[in-house]
T-cell receptor
Framework: NAGVTQTPKFRILKIGQSMTLQCTQDMNHNYMYWYRQDPGMGLKLIYYSVGAGITDKGEVPNGYNVSRSTTEDFPLRLELAAPSQTSVYFC??????????????FGDGTRLSIL | AQSVAQPEDQVNVAEGNPLTVKCTYSVSGNPYLFWYVQYPNRGLQFLLKYITGDNLVKGSYGFEAEFNKSQTSFHLKKPSALVSDSALYFCAAGLMNTGFQKLVFGTGTRLLVSP
């Protein structure tokens, strides 16, 4: 059981380039999330999805876009990379809403540097 | 607004000694609370959660946490630390509800267990 798989693990981008961070889960979870982790800042929610075809903004959505065409996949798109988007990005999934106390399962992250 | 505070950036403890990692929360209602652990270059792993019931919650790898409503705290504890417990620990809180609720993470506490 692979859980949550993120690709790529590392990437260096130039300012203004675009890329897609991939995230796939094989647990049939309805809820999926994208976070960014910056040193000393904890995790900040970028976008989330409550099911296929349904997405919504989190705390820090500017500069990012998402889509959810299937239950399994939740890609994160950076259209015009900026140095402020240098971070570690984590994808997570959960079975049900956090209001019912279901823990999130995390991928191992994508380390993105923008130069 | 919900918030989570982890007042210590780093906790140092000798192997075999008890450890405590502190967490306080602020939510306007009944909280649910999580502890996650992050090892280098890995995603967050769920340790334990508090939803309702007993104030002492037991989790993975011998960890436990005590919920204290009057002090709005949820400290992580272990009776006897192992060198392999060295990692980054995150406390997270959310508001219990039937709808989707965003999880708020603390900034993390690095635990260093010396041999």
């Amino acid at each position: 059981n692979a859980g949550v798989t993120q690709t790529p693990k590392f990437r260096i981008l130039k300012i203004g380039q675009s890329m897609t961070l991939q995230c796939t889960q094989d647990m049939n979870h309805n809820y999926m999330y994208w976070y960014r982790q910056d040193p000393g800042m904890g995790l900040k929610l970028i976008y989330y999805s409550v099911g296929a075809g349904i997405t919504d903004k989190g705390e820090v959505p500017n500069g990012y876009n998402v889509s959810r065409s299937t239950t399994e996949d939740f890609p994160l798109r950076l259209e015009l990379a900026a140095p402020s988007q240098t971070s570690v990005y984590f994808c997570a999934s959960s079975w049900d809403t956090q209001g019912r106390g279901q823990p999130q399962h995390f991928g191992d992250g994508t380390r993105l540097s923008i130069l | 607004a919900q918030s989570v505070a982890q007042p210590e950036d780093q906790v140092n403890v000798a192997e075999g000694n008890p450890l405590t990692v502190k967490c306080t929360y602020s939510v306007s209602g009944n909280p649910y609370l999580f502890w996650y652990v992050q090892y280098p270059n890995r995603g967050l792993q769920f340790l334990l959660k508090y939803i309702t019931g007993d104030n002492l919650v037991k989790g993975s790898y011998g960890f436990e946490a005590e919920f204290n409503k009057s002090q709005t705290s949820f400290h992580l504890k272990k009776p006897s630390a192992l060198v392999s417990d060295s990692a980054l620990y995150f406390c997270a809180a959310g508001l219990m509800n039937t709808g989707f609720q965003k999880l708020v993470f603390g900034t993390g506490t690095r635990l260093l267990v010396s041999p």
